[in-house]
């Protein structure tokens, strides 16, 4: 069974500093990926990275980058230089390439202050 | 419309009634997937459509609930006699065969139900 957990419900940050969003996840399968997902007030879906399980090396893209750990099943995402437009809910997500199955963690609100 | 589309955008109805609710996935996108987001909570899985495969209905929370996907396209999410619990966003998403694997996973925008 897939599951994926968020324990952080809400987190701050200062803008221009750097915060790091956790997330441990469960799968019994080899075949996976891993996302993040932000959502603003706005209510749409938007992928910030993605991670392939077999890989290694972490992605980064731009100021986003996350720490994977596969022993661990841990998901970290390090967002640097915060921006006031950062400020979402961001989802820690977990897809069976097997089954093409996409689970969703609980959530952490994140709020960039000015 | 290129995107997701679902309806309705808002439904208000009263506790006991049958509700239904409608995802239009984008053309060709054979994988379809229902969520429900409560106020402020996270993305709970419900179902999951691919092809002609059966679909994953594990995230179902009551029999009160079902869905189906008719000729591999429009789907319609049944929540019966509701209570006042089912309040919440329901999101669908699709994608084109496995092309979640490369987050390939398209919104539509919800619909927010409301149980008085």
């Known amino acids: 069974a897939q599951t994926v957990t968020q324990s952080q419900p809400e987190m701050s940050v200062q803008e221009a500093e750097t915060v790091t969003l956790s997330c441990t996840y469960d799968t019994s399968e080899n075949n996976y990926y891993l996302f993040w997902y932000k959502q603003p007030p706005s209510r749409q879906m938007i992928l910030v990275i993605r991670q392939e399980a077999y890989k290694q090396q972490n992605a980064t893209e731009n100021r986003f980058s996350v720490n994977f750990q596969k022993a661990a099943k841990s998901f970290s995402l390090k967002i640097s230089d915060s921006q006031l437009g950062d400020t979402a809910m961001y989802f820690c997500a977990s897809f069976s390439g097997n089954t093409g199955k996409l689970i969703f963690g609980q959530g952490t609100t994140l709020q960039v202050k000015p | 419309g290129a995107g997701v589309s679902q309806s309705p955008s808002n439904k208000v109805t009263e506790k006991g009634k049958d509700v239904e609710l409608r995802c239009d996935p984008i053309s060709g996108h054979t994988a379809l997937y229902w969520y429900r987001q409560s106020l402020g909570q996270g993305l709970e899985f419900l179902i999951y459509?691919?092809?002609?495969?059966?679909?994953?209905k594990s995230g179902l929370p009551s029999d009160r609930f079902s869905a189906e996907r008719t000729g591999g396209s429009v789907s319609t999410l049944t929540i019966q006699r509701t209570q006042q619990e089912d309040s919440a966003v329901y999101l669908c998403a699709s994608s084109l065969g496995l092309a979640g694997a490369r987050g390939e996973l398209f919104f539509g925008e919800g619909s927010r139900l409301t149980v008085l």
């Open positions: 459509f691919q092809g002609n495969s059966a679909p994953d």
